[in-house]
Nanobody, 125 residues
């Protein structure tokens, strides 16, 4: 129904920046809340950021507040995650996800309807 493809991951030094993109194809809609999650080796998948249908409100995990910014361009069916001041602990596979009629304020991994396959972000020190 909906395919999500992440891009923009790679290797970056601590303190650097990276911008992830999530391109949606198929039967997309602006009523999807979008979110980013990440999973480090040996760790559980954790919530990173979420954005409401129209992009008016954003939510972040405490660990990334002030450093990461989520945004979306519904006309382009694309969501973004701007990551600044990256830290080694940010190293993980980052996943884009969408939730139909979702509430971005209470977004959890279990509630998402569509997932991308992930893009690896590695932060060196």
């Amino acid at each position: 129904q909906v395919q999500l493809v992440e891009s923009g991951g790679g290797l970056v030094q601590a303190g650097g920046s990276l911008r992830l993109s999530c391109a949606a194809s198929g039967r997309t809609a602006s009523t999807y809340a979008m979110g980013w999650f990440r999973q480090a080796p040996g760790q559980e998948r954790e919530f990173v950021a979420a954005i409401t249908w129209g992009g008016g409100s954003t939510y972040y995990a405490d660990s990334v507040k002030g450093r990461f910014t989520i945004s979306r361009d519904n006309a382009k069916n694309t969501a973004y995650l701007q990551m600044n001041n990256l830290k080694p602990e940010d190293t993980a596979v980052y996943y884009c996800a969408a939730e139909r009629w979702g509430n971005a304020a209470t977004m959890t991994s279990a509630g998402m309807d569509y997932w991308g396959k992930g893009t690896l972000v590695t932060v060196s020190s």
